[in-house]
C-alpha cells in the first residue's frame, strides 16, 4: 500500500525523533469543549463509502486479512506486502490514522454505475492528509482498487492535456504509458481520469481508444 507506506515514513519521522527527547512535563488536564472534540467518523450503512470506512477500521485494529478483503482480489495480491508492512508499524508505535470526512461518490460518467471514487481526509498524528479511493463492484459488493493522493487527479487532468496538445492524437494506451513513465502514475487513476474528461468535453475519442483535443 504505497499511500499510506508513504504517510507512515512521515509519521514514524516524527515519532522516532520524539522518542529520543527528554518527557515534558503532562500539561494540566482541560474539559473538552465542543470544538475542542474531535469528530466522529461518518457512517455510510451499505454503501461504497462504508466500505472505505471499515477498510481504515481494519488498519486500525491491525487485522491484515480483514484489511485486504476490502480490496479488489488482484490489488489485494498487489499490496499485501505493502499493507502487512503498514499494519506492523501501526501496531508498534500505537497509531491510529482516522477518517474524518468522506465525499460523496464521484461516477466517472452517469452510464458507468459499477466504479466510483471516494476523497477523504484522513487524520495522523502530525496531520491531516486528502486521499481518494477508486472502487469497482464485484459481485454485488464495492472493492477497493486504488488508494492515492487526491492531488493525483489534478495533476493528471493536466498531464493528458499537456500530451494530447503536443502530440495531438493518442491511443488509450499510449497516454497510459506516458503517465505511468513521466509523473509515475497509477493506470488506473489515468483510466478514471480520461473518461471525466471524455464525459466534460475536454478531449474526444475520434474513433474507439483514441484521444485528442476538441478541434485537433
Known sequence: M?????????????????AGQAPEAPPEPQAASPSQSEPAAPEYPDTSAQVVLSYWDAMNSYDL???????????????????ADDIGNLNRYSVT???????????????????????????????????????????????????????????????????????????????MINAEQEIGESRSVTDYVLTELIESGEITEPSPGVYSLPGG
Do not use: N
Open 97 to 175: 490514522l482516522s477518517v474524518l470526512e468522506v465525499s460523496e461518490p464521484l461516477y466517472m460518467s452517469p452510464d458507468i454505475q459499477d466504479k466510483v471514487r471516494h476523497d477523504i481526509v484522513l487524520k495522523t498524528p502530525i496531520d491531516e492528509r486528502d486521499l481518494s479511493y477508486l472502487l469497482v463492484k464485484v459481485d454485488g459488493d464495492w472493492k477497493i482498487y486504488f488508494e492515492g493522493m487526491t492531488h493525483s487527479f489534478p495533476d493528471v487532468r493536466e498531464f493528458i492535456i499537456d500530451l494530447l496538445t503536443k502530440y495531438g492524437e493518442l491511443q488509450r494506451v499510449e497516454v
Open 2 to 18: 504505497k499511500l499510506a507506506g508513504a504517510l507512515l515514513v512521515v509519521i514514524l519521522v516524527v515519532l522516532t525523533g520524539c
Open 65 to 83: 486479512e480483514l484489511a485486504l478483503s476490502y480490496y479488489e482480489e488482484q490489488y489485494a495480491e498487489q499490496e499485501r506486502e505493502w499493507v
